[in-house]
């Protein structure tokens, strides 16, 4: 059973930063990209960052310049870096996993984190 966990959330002062961290366990053989995503109360799932397995990144408009998201292969976990945090950055934000393969001759399947909750204080 393939899962992910994600850790490093918490409440911080505006400016603040934090770094997420997301490890995906189970049996493994590949996984192609791998993202944060938040949500807001009341708002809808949002992109914040991607990154595929040769290392491209993907960045929301809104976080580019603060936030960085690296991964560890060999772990198999995904890391988002938070910095000059802002209240509107408040959100419960979830590790995705996409086209996880268990074996080379199965098809990629996604998964998805629980959350962790970050909240920025003014």
Not at 47 to 58: D, E, N, Q, R, Y
Not at 59 to 84: C, E, H, P, W
Request: proline fraction near 2%; include cysteine.
């Amino acid at each position: 059973q393939v899962q992910l966990v994600e850790s490093g959330g918490g409440l911080v002062q505006a400016g603040g930063s934090l770094r997420l961290s997301c490890a995906v366990s189970g049996r493994i053989f590949s996984i192609n990209a791998m993202g944060w995503y938040r949500q807001a109360p009341g708002k809808q799932r949002e992109l914040v960052a991607t990154i595929t397995s040769g290392g491209s990144t993907k960045y929301a408009d809104s976080v580019k310049g603060r936030f960085t998201i690296s991964r560890d292969n060999a772990k198999n976990t995904v890391y988002l870096q938070m910095n000059s945090l802002k209240p509107g950055d408040t959100a419960d934000y979830y590790c995705n996993a996409d086209n996880v393969r268990r074996n080379w001759y199965e098809n990629g399947m996604e998964f998805w984190g629980k959350g962790t909750l970050v909240t920025v204080s003014s």
